[in-house]
């Protein structure tokens, strides 16, 4: 199956940082570097602070995912750890995460989640889902910590939805 690069193509309905570091002026930018001198930093969560999402697939029509993997750069802000959520928001706000959560170091790592169906819906992909569909990333409340995120991207697996051509319903054929 054919696969596409996905990174952050800008802002998207939740914007939950404390700051941008590094000289970004929007959040998509700050997040589409791979180094510790751009970033931006998720406080714990508290109404809308702590979580923010990214669009990724604005060009992605056409296409039935099979899977989603998405990949976020990110090390803890300051001594305390933070734990960090990976999922998908759409853009009413609804979000639905991964079962597992990450808890970043002092250092720079990289976590990836493979998502084999929607966790919005708990149901396998559908072309449709990727309509409105943003990468979210989010602290959880229960941990202390702040989280520097340097880098989101993903990759999207998918196959290419086929047109019916024809010239009457009895002699369409697939194309």
């Known amino acids: ?55 990724l697939f604005l060009m992605a029509d056409g296409q039935i995912p099979s899977s989603i993997q998405i990949s976020v750069r990110m090390r803890r802000d300051g001594a305390s750890a933070a734990t960090v959520m990976v999922g998908f928001s759409t853009r009413g706000g609804l979000v639905g995460f991964d079962v597992g959560t990450d808890s970043p170091g002092a250092s720079v790592s990289l976590f990836t989640h493979t998502f084999n169906t929607n966790p919005i819906t708990g149901i396998a992909w559908d072309a449709a889902d990727l309509d409105g569909l943003e990468a979210c990333i989010s602290r959880e409340a229960a941990t202390l910590g702040a989280a520097r995120i340097m880098n989101i991207s993903g990759v999207l697996t998918y196959s290419q939805m086929r047109a019916w051509r024809g010239t009457s319903a009895h002699s369409a054929q697939l194309g």
């Open 1 to 55: 199956m054919p696969t596409q690069a996905l990174s952050p193509q800008q802002d998207g309905f939740w914007q939950g940082w404390s700051s941008i570091v590094g000289g970004a002026t929007f959040a998509y930018s700050a997040v589409s570097d791979n180094t510790d001198a751009t970033y931006i930093v998720l406080p714990k969560l508290s109404g809308n602070l702590g979580r923010a999402s990214f669009p």
